[in-house]
């Protein structure tokens, strides 16, 4: 008879479409939870209004255009306590932020990046197209460009920040910075494989691909489960 696998509880919180530093605040009150014991591992699904975020080894020479060209498009870019670079997020982009308490899995940050990407090689499978990583490059890859990129951070071995998958995002605001630091790779969507779906269909996906690598049982709530008090005063909104 086979052995049942035991598997960890975890949250699943779909936020919608929040600007980045809503979700950002949201992440860091999960995270203290999660600290102090109080709270529980969770992974949070959102998708961004336009914004770039500088991880900590970024360089601002990644930013190909002037702060006066990007405040008239109305874009900004912030700096946030994750590792990388540069990098875009916006509406059509997949954005997952976990937050788990690495005690309860593998004290190894390296291991966790890979996991992250295991999730994501076998979402993108589902749909046929080939995901790989790259030695050095963290983040998915295919033979037509960069699909999603990763960047994690942790205090206390519980984890913020993540992921972000590319399903149909307008990949022109990529064109403005130099991605991850990177300057001869080029960035690729699920759109430019010929796959139309939502977000909502991808996330479905993702979620059963991220209970499968992390062995996980998942409680699922919507944005509105966060209370309209914590989402008023972080500036979130229904999508």
């Not at 071995?157 to 300057?183: E, K, Q, R």
């Not at 080029?186 to 991220?210: H, T, Y």
């Amino acid at each position: 008879m086979r052995e049942k696998i035991s598997r960890k509880d975890c949250l699943l919180f779909q936020l919608g479409r929040l600007p980045y530093t809503a979700a950002w605040q949201i992440q860091q009150e999960f995270a203290m939870a999660r600290r102090s014991g109080s709270g529980q591992d969770t992974l949070l699904l959102v998708e961004h209004l336009p914004v770039y975020t500088m991880g900590r080894s970024g360089s601002k020479t990644n930013v190909k255009v002037s702060d006066e060209m990007l405040s008239a498009e109305g874009l900004e870019v912030i700096e946030v306590d994750r590792g990388g670079d540069v990098t875009y997020h916006g509406p059509g982009q997949l954005v997952g932020y976990p937050i788990l308490d690495l005690r309860g899995y593998k004290q190894d940050l390296h291991c966790y990046s890979e996991m992250l990407e295991e999730v994501i090689i076998r979402t993108v499978a589902w749909y046929g197209i080939k995901g790989y990583r790259e030695r050095g490059l963290t983040g998915v890859w295919t033979d037509t460009g960069k699909i999603a990129a990763i960047g994690i951070g942790a205090r206390g071995w519980v984890t913020m920040h993540g992921f972000a998958l590319n399903v149909h995002p307008d990949m022109s605001y990529f064109g403005l910075i130099n991605p991850c630091g990177i300057t001869d790779r080029p960035v690729a969507s699920m759109r430019d494989f010929g796959v139309e779906a939502n977000l909502a269909e991808v996330g479905k996906i993702l979620v059963e691909q991220f209970a499968e690598v992390f062995r996980v049982e998942f409680s699922a709530f919507s944005q509105e489960c966060l209370g309209p008090e914590l989402l008023s005063r972080y500036g979130g909104r229904q999508p």
